[in-house]
């Protein structure tokens, strides 16, 4: 398997503007996460779901951070309208979720800029 | 989930085993003790992680105290590619517990 799969790895976009962020999750899993990580706030989850239905959306920031997981192999997470204090690297990792301890396989981040 | 407390930095001398050690005075007795990795730019990866009883594979041992407050993480032999921030997180049991990452200890190998 190829992994957690995300993308872009690098978005550089100006104030106000839409970003969208993909990750396609190992598949087989069954759990999704979305993390962020800056130097201020080290690394935090935002949200997770399970068969692509939302169960903790506790981290995300505000209203502005949207996300969505319309199937097993695909999830998004949309920031609109973007500010400078969104730029931060974005992971998104994924869990099989047939064990009591099964651990969480990470990608490789989407590093955004906002300007 | 309880709290953990680790050193923010150490040094290790290339072939040498690293001992990372962590506290985590408050944890439960369904709370599990894993332990994550982050190379500079990279994913965090998973390393081990143990409930009670000393865990070993191919990357490193962890050794859990008998009162389970405190754990060691063991590299063995560590080289310049383990240079890295080291996380230990205490996770329920469960499956998608949440990761609590703290700061983590930073791992310095060097020549």
């Known amino acids: 398997d190829a992994g957690v799969i995300q993308s872009p790895r690098h978005e550089v976009t100006e104030m106000g503007q839409e970003v969208t962020l993909r990750c396609k999750p190992i598949?087989?899993?069954?759990?999704l996460f979305w993390y962020r990580q800056t130097m201020m706030r080290g690394l935090e989850l935002l949200i997770y779901f399970n068969n692509n239905v939302p169960i903790d959306d506790s981290g995300m920031p505000e209203d502005r951070f949207s996300a969505k997981m319309p199937n097993a192999s695909f999830s998004t997470l949309k920031i609109q309208p973007s500010e400078p204090r969104d730029s931060a690297v974005y992971f998104c990792?994924?869990?099989?979720?047939?064990?009591?301890?099964?651990?969480?396989?990470f990608g490789p981040g989407t590093r955004l800029t906002v300007l | 989930d309880a709290k953990t407390t680790q050193p923010p930095s150490m040094d290790c001398a290339e072939g040498r085993a690293a001992n990372l050690p962590c506290n985590h005075s408050?944890?439960?007795?369904?709370?599990?003790v894993y332990w994550y990795r982050q190379i500079h730019s990279q994913g965090p990866q998973y390393i081990i992680h143990g409930l009670k009883n000393n865990e070993t594979n191919e990357m490193a041992s962890l050794i859990i105290t008998e009162d389970r407050k405190s754990s060691t993480l063991i590299l063995p032999h560590a080289t310049l590619r383990d240079t890295a921030v080291y996380y230990c997180?205490?996770?329920?049991?469960?499956?998608?517990?949440?990761?609590?990452f703290g700061t983590g200890t930073r791992l310095q190998v060097t020549l």
């Open positions: 990792a994924s869990l099989l979720g047939q064990g009591f301890d099964d651990e969480q396989f």
């Open positions: 598949s087989g899993h069954d759990y």
């Open positions: 997180i205490v996770r329920r049991t469960g499956t998608a517990s949440k990761l609590t």
């Open positions: 408050t944890i439960s007795g369904n709370e599990y």
